[in-house]
């Protein structure tokens, strides 16, 4: 051991600073030169890493008019550690899909030196901005100011909590739906929910411009939004074959035919071809082949519910809710609206306290859920609807809407959907 370290007061920290990558331990150890209150943090993570304590206790803290956002942290160190005897957490809704200028990021900055430790964290595992290390004075001054300049605080405890989405059409092409104006609209519209914790527990959306899913919508949210397509998966003649030129028909059979995970896909003298009705939309053909192969023109999105972290049950995944639905126009939009409503109104009403809305379906059962927010029953709800007894297959003829595109869906809205009746 070196002299240095010898004399280190934080050796258990110092080994986070070992090896290639950047350290928060470097970065806090820079800016307590500025804010004693952030050596102290060090002095106290340093004794927690030794004595494996934690010494934070939480407990409510409300901005005035406000019923959550503000996770206060009390030190049981406080006598030793002054400094940090008081470290809050305020949250910050974010923009849409985290574009900031950088005088926007300047302000925040700015904002977060001048009323707490000057440690931002963007962003937190719930999509916020983190603002760390304010007091009971200063956390007021903070959200004064950062409402003045036209922020606004998350969500925290059972609430709406603040939105996530993709970068979306801002930036990537195979976005089917505006992430960016549908997380803005969302937000908006439930604002009351978000300040004022009024439901069982909390509720997050994430949204995701398409089945890649870069929001991890599925498995962090209670109500997934994930883009998709109902008709075929357009194909560029020419980029198939310049592709195939480029890589070779072995890199695309290998790549692209054989990972297809229902084999829909086939290769035959350089001609490409989708059996659309059998496309699961997994991405894995487009996101390889990206300039030859897009998503459909017909698109919208598929509304899940249900992922969520371990609570009263295990891990959980969002499933299927509603299998396809525009989402471009007003009408589409008071749709969405309407059906989250009648989810809250009925979780509300029977969910018990603390409990996630997947957690409430698994101890109803989905039939019940369906029946109690107004939705029929769907084979898309399902993994293997033709092996589970969920859905009672009756003949099944495909149905025959206007305009309906040739070859589609497996994926369908409310009005279009097969006459499948539950078992
Ligand atoms: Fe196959 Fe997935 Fe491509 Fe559909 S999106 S054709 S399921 S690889």
Redesign the pocket.
């Known amino acids: 051991m070196s002299e240095q370290e010898k004399k280190s007061k934080t050796p258990l920290l110092d080994e986070l600073e070992k090896g290639k990558w950047p350290s928060f331990v470097s970065d806090l150890k820079q800016l307590s030169k500025k804010k004693p209150s952030v050596g102290q943090l060090l002095d106290q993570m340093e004794q927690s890493y030794e004595t494996r304590v934690n010494y934070w206790t939480g407990t409510v803290l409300n901005l005035d008019g406000y019923g959550g956002g503000v996770i206060a942290r009390y030190s049981d160190l406080g006598k030793k550690l002054p400094e940090v005897a008081q470290f809050h957490t305020i949250r910050v809704i974010p923009p849409s899909g985290w574009h900031y200028a950088t005088d926007t990021l300047r302000e925040l900055c700015d904002i977060s030196e001048k009323y707490s430790a000057g440690i931002l964290q963007l962003h937190g595992m719930t999509g916020d901005i983190l603002m760390l290390g304010s007091d009971n004075k200063t956390t007021f001054e903070a959200g004064e100011e950062l409402m003045e300049k036209g922020w606004d605080i998350g969500g925290s405890g059972g609430a709406l909590r603040t939105l996530a989405c993709c970068v979306g059409p801002a930036r990537c092409e195979t976005s089917c739906y505006d992430t960016l104006e549908t997380t803005k609209r969302l937000t908006d519209n439930f604002i009351s929910f978000l300040h004022r914790p009024e439901l069982p527990y909390k509720f997050k959306f994430k949204l995701s411009g398409c089945?890649n899913d870069c929001a991890n919508s599925i498995q962090r949210s209670d109500m997934p939004i994930i883009g998709t397509w109902r008709d075929e998966?357009q194909i560029n003649k020419e980029e198939v074959k310049k592709f195939i030129a480029e890589h070779g028909e072995d890199y695309v059979v290998d790549n692209?035919i054989t990972?297809?995970?229902?084999?829909?896909?086939t290769l035959k003298k350089g001609e490409m071809a989708?059996?659309?009705p059998?496309?699961?939309?997994?991405?894995?053909?487009?996101n390889v082949m990206h300039k030859a192969?897009a998503p459909g023109k017909d698109k919208g999105v598929t509304i899940l519910l249900g992922g969520k972290r371990t609570l009263k049950i295990g891990d959980t995944m969002g499933s299927v809710l509603v299998p396809f639905m525009k989402l471009e126009t007003e009408e589409d939009m008071e749709k969405l609206f309407g059906l989250v409503e009648r989810i809250w109104e009925f979780w509300g009403e029977n969910g018990l306290e603390h409990e996630r809305v997947g957690e409430f379906i698994e101890r109803v059962g989905l039939a019940t859920f369906l029946d109690g927010v107004g939705l029929e029953p769907n084979p898309q709800m399902i993994k293997h609807p033709r092996t589970n007894p969920y859905i009672k297959f009756e003949e099944y003829t495909a149905p025959k809407m206007a305009g309906e595109p040739k070859g589609a869906p497996n994926v369908t809205d409310k009005e279009n959907e097969p006459k499948e009746s539950a078992s």
Do not use: E
Request: charged share 15%.
């Open positions: 089945p998966i692209v990972r297809c995970p229902t084999k829909c896909i989708v059996d659309n059998n496309c699961v939309r997994c991405m894995q053909c487009i192969l």
